[in-house]
């Protein structure tokens, strides 16, 4: 994959890991060729057999930057969540390696690296009514993870209060269960526990897809917030591509398990090189009747990660495919400035127009 | 309620709810699930229900086609289907209403489709009791219909199980299935809440496609402002089991009225607005067992003052819109200022 070798020099600046802007050197995590491949069995009474892989995640190379909030989008079944588990380490790569600080998290040289990685990368979970142990005060969830890795030894308390707070809770609600709260407000205690270890890094999955408009506004300002307080970096998993547009500053894009564009925000939602993305910014619809655009209605589904199509995986659903599509799989690619697309013709221009159409009624 | 609430009947009204109030009964009290509700739907007209989780959209749909749970009622007011009113009308009759006349799309395609029957069957079944023909026709209507909304090899596919078809296309299936009936009016619950974009995209245009060819009307019920704003002519905007404000789509988005409205069309992050922060509503959406007296949106709004913990009512300020807020003035007189 990488096919400019990571050399080990300890010069950086030389380096070019794909997808990365080439002016930013304080890489906190890395992804290296990262694959996930989980074997379909089909089972016998004696025998069991592995008939077939599903490609997860099939070859991901990627860097989060020190307070970077970095977006990722793609349809269900792209591999965001397999992506983000691996890295936090809940699945083991089937090939490649997650590196915290050039410390592979999956293969931790001690028991402190080991501690010392798992404080620093935490997650934010998607439904924030099931990630809460139901039967458990706000405080000793809170409190929990400070006594394993002893944070703050004898002022526990004192921190969770004080992390209450800055998610916008209030002191009493620490001797409160789960369900007497909002959705929002468990979202907020989600942010804490993640936060109260002092994390370089949050993996957020759909941190805010279960909340209603009105709540998941409140949340991410609160996001933003703490991002800045704390400088912490956060992987922002979302399918909702105008949250993910408000919350992140640079944005990839994920395509049956590969990353098929990744850059700067503005770049890839203004100018994206990618048809996928081209298509799957078109398709959303906009909560402005005014704003007409061209529609590119994709053809078909996903194909299925188990038998992927040859060469380019997005060429059967293709505006652009050629004949070079099929036979030969695109690499990352850089396009602009800090824009790399996996595509052997990608949009030079500006393809989505978002025009004001002035309509009298 | 007063009846000078509801809106007079225009000449070409297909449903007309009136003034409806549905309550559940439950372990912790009754819930007001609707508490007055009060809309109309024209002839081939696209109307949008909006509203966060728990403010009656669904139950409204439940509610007209009389589909709802045991412990649920429409304890008062009137659901005028083409002049009749629904809620008079036997259980034989409604049957009569169902499918043929008034068709439901679910959100969530699988739960709608029987898994251990083939596409086939479920299909054949319904389109030969609701059109009277026989099994051989209707599984000719099935066939056309599948194509018409793009599902490739549909003479083969007819006979596929429901766990061998995408989400899309069981979404697709069920489109044509309801709309092989020939209903006048589709009642489309979140129809592609369950789908990725590029797929939802794909569902909407083909629900948008066949309400023109067919000229049916279209409920469509979402809390996605996007889907609304590019597929809706009318919207009622519905807030803790009222309709807060109703208008023309164009309307609603350009110059909204009611403070709900306002604040969650503010609250939704913009494509074309740059980042900066977000507007939030103070607060969560009400709880209808114990809902906030008066104006239900009042302990939330900017605006309150005493006279909220009465009831607005839905007062007609121009052509299709109205809004149910003391504040009218005031707000349009901030929303001059700002702008």
Redo the contacts between chains.
């Keep these: 994959m990488a096919s400019v070798e990571l050399s080990s020099s300890e010069q950086t600046e030389v380096e070019i890991f794909p997808g990365s802007p080439k002016d930013r050197t304080d890489a906190i995590l890395e992804v290296r060729n990262l694959r996930k491949y989980f074997p379909i069995e089909s089972k016998s009474i004696l025998f069991s057999k592995v008939v077939g892989q599903i490609k997860a995640v099939d070859g991901i190379d990627l860097q989060i930057f020190k307070g970077e909030i970095l977006g990722l989008v793609g ?2 079944g792209c591999g965001k969540s397999t992506l983000s588990k691996t890295i936090i380490g809940l699945e083991k790569p089937t090939t490649g390696q997650v590196l915290y600080r050039d410390k592979d998290i999956h293969h931790p040289k001690s028991k402190t690296e080991s501690m010392e990685v798992k404080r620093n990368i935490q997650m934010v979970f998607q439904d924030p009514y099931n990630s809460l142990n139901p039967r458990r005060l706000v405080r000793d969830t809170l409190k929990e993870p400070l006594i394993i890795h002893k944070l703050a030894p004898g002022r526990e308390e004192e921190v969770v209060i004080d992390m209450l707070k800055k998610v916008g809770l209030e002191d009493y609600h620490a001797l409160r269960y789960p369900h007497e709260f ?3 407000q468990r979202q907020r205690i989600g942010l804490a526990r993640a936060l109260i270890m002092k994390p370089e890094i949050i993996i957020a999955d759909e941190p805010v897809s279960a909340l ?7 949340i ?2 609160l996001m ?1 917030d703490l991002q800045q307080e704390f400088n912490v970096s956060i992987i922002f998993i979302a ?1 909702d ?3 993910v ?3 992140s500053n640079r944005v990839a894009v994920m395509y049956l398990g590969r990353i098929v564009e990744i850059g700067p925000t503005d770049m890839v ?1 203004d100018r994206p090189a990618h048809p996928y993305t081209v ?2 910014l ?10 007409k655009k061209k ?1 590119i ?2 053809e078909g ?2 194909p299925s990660p188990v038998n992927l199509p040859e060469g380019c995986r997005f060429a059967p659903r293709c505006y652009k495919a050629q004949e070079l599509c099929h036979k030969e799989e695109p690499m990352l690619q850089e396009i602009r400035p800090n824009l790399w697309a996996a595509c052997h013709y990608p949009e030079d221009e500006k393809v989505i127009f ?1 025009d004001v159409v002035e ?1 009298e ?1 | 309620m007063s009846s000078e609430t509801t809106h007079p009947t225009h000449e070409d009204v297909l449903l007309d709810v009136r003034d409806i109030y549905t309550y559940f009964r439950t372990e912790s009290g009754v819930v007001k699930a609707l508490d007055g509700v009060s809309f109309d739907i024209r002839n081939n007209e696209a109307v949008g229900i909006v509203g966060e989780s728990g403010c009656g959209k669904s139950v409204t749909a439940k509610s007209i086609l009389r589909i709802l749970p045991k412990n649920g009622e429409v304890v008062a007011g009137e659901v005028y289907y083409r002049g009749v009113n629904l809620l008079n009308l036997t259980e034989p009759q409604m049957r009569t209403v169902r499918g043929k006349e008034i068709a439901l799309l679910f959100q969530d395609p699988l739960s709608s489709l029987n898994p251990v029957l083939s596409i086939r069957e479920q299909m054949v079944d319904v389109i030969s009791l609701h059109r009277g023909v026989d099994e051989e026709e209707a599984a000719e209507i099935a066939v056309k219909m599948m194509k018409a909304v793009g599902i490739p090899e549909a003479e083969q596919r007819i006979d596929d199980y429901p766990h061998q078809y995408s989400g899309g296309m069981r979404q697709r299936i069920l489109i044509a299935r309801a709309l092989a009936l020939e209903p006048r009016l589709l009642i489309a619950d979140e129809p592609t809440t369950a789908l990725d974009v590029t797929i939802q995209a794909q569902v909407l245009d083909i629900i948008q496609r066949m309400r023109k060819e067919l000229g049916l009307s279209l409920m469509l019920i979402t809390h996605n402002l996007g889907v609304v704003a590019e597929n809706t002519d009318r919207i009622h905007v519905f807030y803790g089991g009222r309709v807060v404000e109703s208008g023309p789509t164009r309307d609603i988005f350009k110059d909204p009225h009611h403070p709900y409205t306002i604040a969650l069309l503010e609250s939704i992050p913009s494509f074309v607005k740059g980042k900066g922060r977000l507007a939030t509503i103070p607060g969560s959406v009400p709880q209808l067992i114990n809902p906030p007296s008066g104006c239900r949106f009042h302990p939330r709004c900017k605006y309150m003052t005493e006279e909220c913990k009465k009831r607005p009512p839905l007062e007609k300020i121009g052509k299709d819109r109205y809004v149910a807020c003391f504040h009218v003035d005031k707000v349009l007189a901030d929303r001059k200022k700002s702008s």
Excluded at chain 1, 212 to 218: E, F, K, L, P
Excluded at chain 1, 282 to 291: E, G, H, N
């Design positions: 349809e269900s909002s959705g929002g209603d408009v009105s709540v998941q506004a409140s991410l300002n933003q399918h591509l105008s949250v547009k408000h919350v939602f298509s799957l078109s398709a959303i619809p906009f909560p402005d009747p005014d704003i529609r209605i994709l589904d996903v978002f309509e009624a």
